[in-house]
């Protein structure tokens, strides 16, 4: 166990880095942050790497820590590794998840260019929770590990495959398995509730401001829309994601 005092130590500036998206890619490491998050990913084997613990903190007794790397450092390390304006004084350095890129499930949920860290993170959690086999992350979207990403997805990253290639692709090979795919959208789409899914499904969702690529949608299986009663002009990306989601699993479970 090692005890770091300075926050001008090297190895607390490598940590810091790791905050970047830039530095996550070069290293394939990223930093977690909070006991929930912590203890959630001690469940996997190899997973954390490293833990940075507060000097004030005492850790769970039941934490299994055999193999994991242990420093202790002050509160104001802990404070500039913070994400958040208070923090509970344990962070660990993960190891970032390799992830085969053959698409053999029968659920999927594809993201184009959606770019707020909070709706990646939700969209990861609701795909966990609905059962979903993978999420497929498009070129635009917010990197599935920055800090607010992983506070959003509440531990959803260690229970679900998240991969990352074109979304034409993966469209075409989900096709090629006979994977119908959904897209969303308000023009040339059907109600929802029309749609009758029975063997598997992929499900395209996109960007909160302009919605999915004109051009995906033009190579989906057909589109579909969920209506509006009220005055708004939409609904949140994975707010529509969940209904959809939850809608055609329910579809494959009563086939």
Sequence with gaps: ??????????????????LMKKEREKTGFYLLEGHHLIEEALNYKDEVIELIVSETVSLPAHWNLD????TVVTEEITDALADTGTNQGVFAVCRKREVAMSLTGR???????????GNIGTLIRTADAAGIDGVILGNGC????NPKVLRSAQGSHFHIPLIHMPLNEAIAELKNRGVPVYGTSLGRAADYRETKVRDAFALLVGNEGSGVNSALLQETTSNVFIPIYGKSESL????????LLYYFQQSLKNV
Excluded: H, R, T
């Design 107 to 117: 659920s999927y949920l594809l993201v184009d260019a959606v770019q707020d860290p």
């Design 142 to 145: 917010a990197d599935p590990y």
């Design 1 to 18: 166990m090692k005890f770091i005092q300075s926050s001008k130590n090297p190895q607390v500036k490598q940590w810091k880095k790791l």
């Design 236 to 243: 949140n990306v994975a707010v529509a994601a969940g209904i």
């Design 67 to 70: 193999g994991v790397e242990m």
